[in-house]
Every structure is written in structure tokens, then in C-alpha cells.
């Protein structure tokens, strides 16, 4: 059973491009997480999502970032238009539920992105 | 406002001896605290959970303690090893009517276990 795959590991972006960061849950897992985690900082939550479903987005800077997770296919986090302070290791997390109760949120290897 | 906070910030330690790392939180209503591991370059991977009723939960050399009266947590790590080094992270849950589903994540400690 794998975990949970993230690609690409590392993107490079110049300012003004657009970055897709992807992410395929385990197996069976319904409920994925994307978090941004900046250098020395703790994880940050930025969205949560069921497939075709953003249930919240509350920590998703207004602009320029959307994410989706379609019926088929991975989770992608896309970021338009990137500046120097997007810069930063973005985790996908994945469970099998409803992060109610103890379902524990199964973390991929991240993808860093670096604009230059 | 929800907050976790970590102490120490940084920690060194020689190979074989032990260490604590402490956890500070103000989540409430409170569902469950989890201890991670992120290696360098690595995604965080789960130690321990513990919920309301429980006070000590041990993985092999790392036992965690929890008091939810005074919102604290600590890690234990017995005879350090190399590989130990690494960022822990104590991660908690609210729950309840009004909690957050959402974990608050602290800033991690950075072991380093010097040989």
C-alpha cells in the first residue's frame, strides 16, 4: 500500500509563472490536507478537500492559489502568477475519514518550490 | 486563539543520553495531541496520539506524557540515537461542538544527536 505521493519533489518557478504541485492519497483515503510549511516555521493549514468538494479553504491566500481534488486523479494545488514569498516546502496529507476522532492524516515526502 | 507552542526551540545531544521536549497548548475544546517526527526533506510521520483520558503513551524509546488540566505535553526520547535527529512537531486537535477539525501544528523542536 503506498503512501501518499506528492510530485513533482522540487520546482523551480520564476516570478510570474504558474506552479501545479499534485498529490495522490493512499489508497482508500478520500480526505486530503495541503499545507505550506515556510523555512523555520511550523506547517500551515491551507485547505482541505473531499473529491470534487472544498470543504475549507480558510487558510488559502485569496488570490492566485486554488485547489482541487476531481473524481479521478490526484489532488493539485496550483499557484499562479508566483512571487518570492511562495517559496516554501507544501505538504499534502491525506485520511480516510472526516479528521474527527483519531483518523490520523498520513503525510507525503512534500514538493519545494523555489522562485527565483 | 488556538496556539501550540514547543520548547526548546533547538536541542544537542551527545549519543545515548536522553532528552524531553515539551509542548504548550491552547486548543479547546481539546480532541487529541499527536507527536511527529519530520525528517530533513521529509514529510511528518506520527509517533504518538493521545486523547482527553489518557496521560502516558510509549513508541519503543519515545513516551509521551500528556496534562490536559494544564494544557502541557512532553516527549521523551530514552538513549538517543543518530537517527533521532530530526524535527518533532506536536500537533493538536480540537473537537466538540465549536472545535476545529483542523490540527494546530507547533514549530517543532530541531533535535540534533551528536555522536
Known amino acids: 500500500n503506498a503512501g501518499v505521493m506528492q510530485n513533482p519533489r522540487h520546482l523551480v518557478r520564476r516570478r510570474g509563472q504558474e506552479a501545479r504541485l499534485r498529490c495522490s492519497p493512499m489508497k482508500g483515503h478520500s480526505h486530503v490536507y495541503w499545507y505550506r510549511q515556510l523555512p523555520e516555521e511550523g506547517l500551515k493549514f491551507m485547505v482541505y478537500?473531499?473529491?470534487?468538494?472544498?470543504?475549507?479553504e480558510s487558510g488559502m491566500p485569496k488570490e492566485r492559489f486554488s485547489a482541487e481534488f476531481p473524481k479521478e486523479g490526484p489532488s493539485i494545488l496550483r499557484i499562479q502568477q508566483v512571487v518570492r514569498g511562495d517559496s516554501a516546502a507544501y505538504f499534502c496529507?491525506?485520511?480516510?475519514?472526516?479528521?474527527?476522532?483519531?483518523?490520523?492524516?498520513?503525510f507525503g515526502p512534500g514538493t519545494r518550490l523555489t522562485v527565483t | 486563539k488556538n496556539q501550540v507552542e514547543q520548547s526548546p526551540q533547538s536541542l544537542i545531544i551527545l549519543e545515548g543520553k536522553n532528552c524531553t521536549l515539551q509542548?504548550?497548548?491552547?486548543?479547546?475544546?481539546?480532541?487529541?495531541l499527536r507527536w511527529y517526527k519530520q525528517d530533513t526533506g521529509r514529510g511528518p510521520v506520527s509517533l504518538t496520539i493521545?486523547?482527553?483520558?489518557?496521560n502516558t503513551k510509549s513508541n519503543g524509546r519515545y513516551t509521551a506524557t500528556l496534562d490536559a488540566d494544564t494544557k502541557q505535553s512532553s516527549l521523551h526520547i530514552t538513549a538517543s540515537q543518530l537517527s533521532d535527529s530530526a524535527s518533532y512537531i506536536c500537533v493538536v486537535k480540537g473537537g466538540g461542538a465549536g472545535g476545529s477539525y483542523i490540527p494546530t501544528f507547533g514549530r517543532g523542536t530541531s533535535l540534533i544527536v551528536h555522536p
Open positions: 478537500l473531499q473529491k470534487e468538494n472544498i470543504i475549507d
Open positions: 509542548c504548550n497548548y491552547t486548543v479547546s475544546p481539546f480532541s487529541n
Open positions: 496529507a491525506s485520511s480516510p475519514k472526516l479528521a474527527g476522532g483519531s483518523y490520523e492524516q498520513y
Open positions: 493521545m486523547t482527553f483520558s489518557e
